[in-house]
């Protein structure tokens, strides 16, 4: 099976595995076989991209086939879409329950 988190470094020091999103596996006979998928989420060595890999494998015995998507953002681009497209809510120390304001 191919090592799905070859392209994300976690030698370094605080570095981060990718997260995994969704992992099947399914073996729908004893003569068929077995049908492994997955997805997971991670960033790009130098942290520049964010990555998503689409990981689909079917293995038996005798054969394996494997296929990979990968599909990659600018984490720049994406934190701008984000701010722009994405649902607003602001929080301070004004609506937090036992804070005191000190002047």
Known sequence: ?????SGFTTERHGAVRPLILTQRTANPGPDTPILFQET?????????????RRYFERFSPAEAHWVEYIHSIPTAELVH???THGQLRIECSNNTPHSHVYA
């Open 40 to 52: 997971c989420l991670g960033l790009a060595d130098d942290q520049s991209q964010l990555v998503l």
């Open 81 to 83: 879409w984000i701010m």
């Open 1 to 5: 099976m191919k090592d799905m988190n």
